[in-house]
């Protein structure tokens, strides 16, 4: 097996960034639309999540380089803080590998950065490499990395669609769609109301056989979370997510044990690594939601399946594009998976991290199907403004 020879990481100098699904310039629903979040409490931040921030991270891109000149990618959130990690830190555990050695890059960038990382952006950076050297492997091995971990569970994957507009996402064919939760518990009773009436309304528009469901992003507490299963009971949602922290450990136990009927609780989108996620499971949650480009990369989310699995709990990936469907359709505890409707109004179907891929895949009629080309099968833009910084 070839060696690696260089590491190297990219930043992007535009407004719109692919991987950071926040960075949207105009009238884009991911940001104008109302969503409740942790920082809803504060009435400066209540309007938009871009508001308190959450679009100024920015695109990584990271490169492994074999020996033999072939180059991997993938990429992640966590712009130049990652960038430098990835080049000042993590680059001495990834030159001279053979590229099959993923087991020990993950482990050496983890327990290396564990004094100021184990969670956010270091497993953002970790994630990147990591999956940027699957890539690599594919590429010399020529082998898609559907393959490389199991091969396919079934040949189409059944998506859902997360935006504002389920009614839409059902006449493209998905099986699902999942709202953003307008308002949280700051928003008091009339708050809760229009949530609801958003929900009805849904369920109206879409009929009685599709299934939906409520993001609520961090931003409730056990009793507002618990107050709004039971008034979802009759409009049958399948499940609500993320509807506290992910470090409220004891609030997800009350949910599972004090909800009125049987929808299903998710969460993990903000959790990382196969210790967090080990945490999540002993409290008994239905769903865990790794996103691969966070939560440690393909190596780690491979664990937490292998750990949700032994619970007899699905793993349904959040977002990620070709990173996720890979894992997906090779997993036996994935069922269906996320789609992010990028498209400004949430109308029609475009490419989830566009556009940094000259060729990346999208649902048809409800489904994903993923590629035999070696690697993630995904080719970058290279007619964007990539530039690697300079730390000297």
Known sequence: MKKIKDVRAFVLNMDEQGADYHARTGDHWINKTVIATPMSKYPAYQKTRTSFGIDVLGTLLVEVEAEDGTTGFSVTTGGLPAAYMVE???????????????????????????????????????SGVDCAVWDLLGQLRQEPVWSMIGGKMRERQPMYATGPRPDLAKEMGFIGGKLPLPYGPSHLNEGFTEN????????????????????????LDTAY?????????????????????????????????????????STGEHEYSRWGFKRLLDTGVDIIQPD????????????????????????I??????YSYHFSIASDATPFSEFLMMSPKADTIIPMFSPLFENEPVPKDGHMTVTDEP?????????????RPNYE
């Open 317 to 322: 990936p959040h977002g990620s594009s070709v």
């Open 88 to 126: 000042k830190h993590f680059k001495r555990f990834i030159v001279d590998q053979p590229v099959c050695n993923v087991e020990v890059m993950f482990d050496q960038m983890y327990n290396a950065s564990m004094y100021y990382g184990r969670k956010g952006i270091t497993l953002n950076a970790i």
């Open 375 to 387: 690697g993630f099968g995904v080719k970058l833009n290279r007619n964007l403004n990539w530039i």
């Open 196 to 219: 609801l009436e958003l929900a009805r309304e849904m369920r109206s528009r879409c009929g009685d056989n599709f299934l939906l469901a409520f993001d609520c992003w961090m931003a």
């Open 225 to 265: 979370t618990l107050q709004l299963i039971r008034s979802l009971d009759p409009l049958d949602f399948y499940w609500i997510e993320e509807s506290l922290p992910p470090d409220d450990l004891d609030g997800y136990r009350q949910l599972v044990m004090e909800r009125s009927y049987p929808i299903r609780i």
């Open 292 to 315: 691969v480009n966070w939560c440690g990369g393909l190596t780690e989310l491979l664990k937490i399946k292998a750990l949700a699995s032994a619970y007899n709990k699905w793993v």
